[in-house]
């Protein structure tokens, strides 16, 4: 079942990927909702949807938006269109 869901890309090195990985756990353990992460060779991306709502999109899922986003700026990854 697919469901709906946020998704956004962010450009940056292997390496930055995994350290903004860290990052985006570590707040995603403190608010107790959680990405979908797909790390590849100079892109990461997350997806996001609320399971507990039957993947429907709930605030918890633009929350974690926001802060992903903050934390991709902050280790200068590049949003991407895809
Ligand atoms: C108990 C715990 O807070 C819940 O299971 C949280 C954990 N992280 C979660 N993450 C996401 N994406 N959806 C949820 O419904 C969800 N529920």
Same mark, same amino acid.
């Given at each position: 079942m697919k469901g709906d869901e946020?998704?956004? /890309?962010?450009?940056?090195?292997? #390496?930055?990927?995994?350290?903004?990985?860290?990052? *985006?756990?570590?707040?995603?353990?403190?608010? /107790? #909702? #959680?990405?979908?992460?797909?790390?590849?060779?100079?892109? *990461?991306r997350f997806s996001i949807t609320t399971h507990d709502a039957g993947r429907k999109l709930t605030e918890a899922d633009f929350d974690l938006a926001r802060r992903i986003d903050a934390i991709a700026q902050a280790h200068m990854a590049e949003p991407l269109d895809s």
């Amino acid at each position: 079942m697919k469901g709906d869901e946020i998704t956004r /890309s962010f450009g940056i090195r292997y #390496h930055g990927g995994v350290a903004v990985i860290v990052h *985006v756990a570590d707040i995603e353990r403190l608010i /107790s #909702h #959680h990405a979908d992460i797909d790390l590849r060779w100079g892109e *990461v991306r997350f997806s996001i949807t609320t399971h507990d709502a039957g993947r429907k999109l709930t605030e918890a899922d633009f929350d974690l938006a926001r802060r992903i986003d903050a934390i991709a700026q902050a280790h200068m990854a590049e949003p991407l269109d895809s």
